[in-house]
């Protein structure tokens, strides 16, 4: 696996890390990250509020040594909710594809769970209405005003439990614990259920998100424990 820095790696055994321009849009390529430092690639952003509801301690932070059976330090993407809804994402490039071509982008991401099931809270659960989403797009993702008043992301993500064109929502939070105590941290993995569509942009680049989109009208946090792109020519 690559490191933090998320490197671009060729998806097929005996290719090496920079590969040959023939290679270009022929192979499947796989950005593979581990969240143990904050990599400098990824930016945060949110989106989803109104002037009047915009969310506020939205953070990017890196965590302590988490406890066993986990180890490791991880990413955290907070923030808190002031109306019935908050996305609070990172995002990046992956350059060195094929330009203005058609891929099928699937995601795997590893989370640190710790927000029991079945609780309740302001505007749903703190921990299955926090939705785990990912996005794959050919334009950057920016958060931008509508004539309404609200500010939205650019890109089609989908709001909350529902997916767009180029979102998908891989699940929420909440760990396995029932009892509605903060005691258990897990380790739990989600992935992409159909592959995402994507065009690159004429540099030969897509835009990687992923985020926190949340329905829990309070504080809420998506610990990162690390996440894998395959993107395959179609």
Sequence with gaps: MAGASGAV???????SACGGADDIGTEPVTVAVTFDHIPPA???GYSDYTDGTEPSNVTLSLTDTLPAPIQQRAVAISGTNHSDDMYAY?????????????YQAEVSVTLAASV?????????S?????????????SEPQTVRQDDGEWVLSIDKGNQA???TEGQMLGHIANSATDCQYGTT????????T?????????????????????YEAGSTLVLLNATLTLSPR
């Design 9 to 15: 790696l060729p998806a097929m055994a005996g290719l």
């Design 42 to 44: 990824w930016t945060l």
């Design 90 to 102: 990172i995002k990046r490039p992956v350059t060195g594809l094929a330009p203005s071509s058609v």
């Design 116 to 124: 029991p099931q079945g609780c309740l809270g302001v505007g749903g």
């Design 126 to 138: 703190p921990g299955e209405s926090v939705y785990v989403k990912t996005t794959v797009s050919g």
């Design 162 to 164: 529902q997916s767009g």
């Design 186 to 193: 897990e380790r739990k993995t989600l992935r992409t259920t």
């Design 195 to 215: 592959p995402i569509t994507v065009t690159t942009d004429a540099q030969g680049r897509v835009w990687w998100g992923l985020g926190q989109d949340s329905g």
